[in-house]
């Protein structure tokens, strides 16, 4: 469509972009993580990230290599939160809000939940 091989002069695209109503913008990004429903991670360092924004839909450009490495890698707080509701632990919100309904102890308001089987409700009906 350009010819050339070459492309098109990057002026020239921009342009022609801001003409069709597409803002195009440099984001000084560190680090993006792509997490995969598998649970791996696509880690990109120092990766070229452009924003597009066309009428009002957002669209990123990644340029880099990502690294590939396993979600329970990271050791994030609020990562490590998620995996451990996803094993059928109870959340520590979940414990405080039993807490605050009932008066009852963290220790008592967390076996309520796991014999209700996290359902709040029900754990605060047998504390009450």
Same mark, same amino acid.
């Given at each position: 469509?350009?010819?050339?091989?070459?492309?098109?002069?990057?002026?020239?695209?921009?342009?022609?972009?801001?003409?069709?109503? @597409?803002? +195009?913008? *440099? @984001?000084?990004?560190?680090? %993006?993580?792509?997490?995969?429903? $598998?649970?791996?991670? &696509?880690?990109?360092?120092?990766? $070229? %990230? /452009?924003?597009?924004?066309?009428?009002?839909?957002? /669209?990123?450009? @990644?340029?880099? !290599?990502?690294?590939?490495?396993?979600?329970?890698?990271?050791?994030?707080?609020? !990562?490590?939160? *998620?995996?451990?509701? =996803? =094993?059928? !632990? @109870?959340?520590?919100?979940? +414990?405080?809000?039993?807490?605050?309904? /009932?008066?009852? /102890?963290?220790? *008592?308001?967390?076996?309520?939940?796991?014999? =209700? $089987?996290?359902? &709040?409700?029900?754990?605060?009906? %047998? &504390?009450?």
């Amino acid at each position: 469509m350009f010819g050339g091989g070459g492309g098109m002069n990057p002026r020239k695209m921009k342009q022609m972009m801001k003409q069709m109503g @597409i803002d +195009v913008e *440099e @984001i000084d990004a560190e680090e %993006v993580v792509i997490k995969t429903t $598998d649970g791996k991670e &696509l880690v990109f360092d120092d990766a $070229d %990230v /452009t924003q597009m924004d066309a009428r009002g839909q957002q /669209t990123y450009q @990644i340029i880099g !290599e990502p690294e590939e490495r396993e979600a329970a890698e990271t050791g994030e707080g609020e !990562e490590a939160d *998620e995996e451990g509701e =996803a =094993a059928g !632990e @109870i959340p520590e919100s979940d +414990v405080e809000i039993v807490v605050q309904r /009932t008066g009852a /102890t963290p220790e *008592e308001a967390r076996a309520a939940l796991e014999g =209700a $089987d996290g359902d &709040l409700a029900t754990a605060i009906d %047998v &504390l009450e």
